[in-house]
């Protein structure tokens, strides 16, 4: 399994950004999909997950109506649309094929701040 995730970077407050994690090594299709984040000094936190099908599940209350999961199964990439974004938004951002994050990327970093 690899997944690389891409996209993060330097944002203002109420700033937006698109993440991507393209997948190889299993039947993408097949997957349902996760992102979760850690944030400096703090445990995997988990923010969003699609099922195999498109379904959508935003856990984070914080998260809910500022970031939208999405996935490609033509291109083995999942997507998460950030929006209205918040310092406490900073953190490592991972795709990983369970909610737990045991199997993920290398992250990419968001970082809100003026």
């Known amino acids: 399994v690899l997944l690389v995730e891409s996209g993060g970077g330097l944002v203002q407050p109420g700033g937006s950004l698109r993440l991507s994690c393209l997948a190889s090594?299993?039947?993408?299709?097949?997957?349902?999909m996760s992102w979760i984040r850690q944030a400096p000094g703090k445990g995997l936190e988990w923010v969003s997950s699609?099922?195999?099908?498109?379904?959508?599940?935003n856990n984070q209350a914080s998260v809910k109506g500022r970031f939208t999961i999405s996935r490609d199964n033509a291109k083995n990439t999942v997507y998460l649309e950030m929006s209205s974004l918040k310092s406490e938004d900073t953190a490592l951002y991972y795709c990983?094929?369970?909610?737990?994050?045991?199997?993920r990327g290398q992250g990419t970093q968001v970082t809100v701040s003026s």
């Open positions: 990983a094929t369970d909610p737990t994050g045991t199997v």
């Open positions: 699609i099922a195999r099908e498109g379904t959508r599940n």
């Open positions: 090594g299993f039947t993408f299709s097949s997957a349902t």
